[in-house]
């Protein structure tokens, strides 16, 4: 199994151009984000604390457990990123006259034209397209900036 280092050091090879660093702050959040929100639509039928469960709550789980493998403190941002997506999911869901699954298609499909402009400014075909993988990879690689900017050693 790669290392954290490895994984992200893999990643920045093709993510160099500043646009393309740019685009990426904004759109590989907002497709976390709209993954995480379709998911939430999908409801189960448990209920926890007058909380229904729904498929994104167990993703984030899943997924938190990928990223604690790579590294415990980078984990903990994306599972911290994770429950932000989840409360941002709900206050749409209750809040926004629109179905929650429609404003997370719109996000995601304005996001994914975002990021394949960038790879076009950068001349470098998207990392995922090597290894699928890499669609994880890409938030922790943002949050590794994050942490790195406030010296938390990941």
Same mark, same amino acid.
């Given at each position: ?14 993510h ?5 660093k ?19 639509s ?10 229904t469960?729904?498929?994104?709550? *167990?993703a984030? @789980? $899943? /997924?938190?457990?990928?990223y #604690? ?6 984990? !903990? &941002?994306?599972f911290i ?6 409360f ?5 869901e209750?809040?926004?006259?629109a ?10 499909v ?20 090597k290894? *699928?993988?890499? @669609? $994880? /990879?890409?938030?922790?690689? #943002? ?6 900017? !406030? &010296?938390?050693?990941?």
């Open positions: 199994m790669r290392t954290v280092n490895q994984w992200l050091e893999e990643y920045g090879e093709s160099k151009n500043e646009t393309n740019s685009i990426h702050w904004i759109c590989v959040p907002a497709i976390f984000f709209s993954i995480v929100g379709l998911l939430y999908i409801k189960l039928p448990w209920i926890i604390d007058t909380h469960v729904n498929v994104a709550m *167990i984030i @789980l $899943l /997924i938190t457990i990928y #604690l493998r790579l590294s415990l403190p980078l984990g !903990i &941002g994306m990123f994770g429950v932000i997506c989840l941002i999911a709900h206050l749409i209750k809040y926004v006259p179905p929650l699954w429609l404003v997370c298609v719109i996000i995601f304005l996001a994914w034209i975002g990021q394949f402009y960038g790879h076009h400014v950068e001349g470098k075909k998207p990392s995922f397209l290894d *699928i993988q890499f @669609l $994880l /990879i890409g938030p922790m690689w #943002l949050m590794s900036f994050i942490y790195s900017a !406030i &010296g938390i050693r990941y």
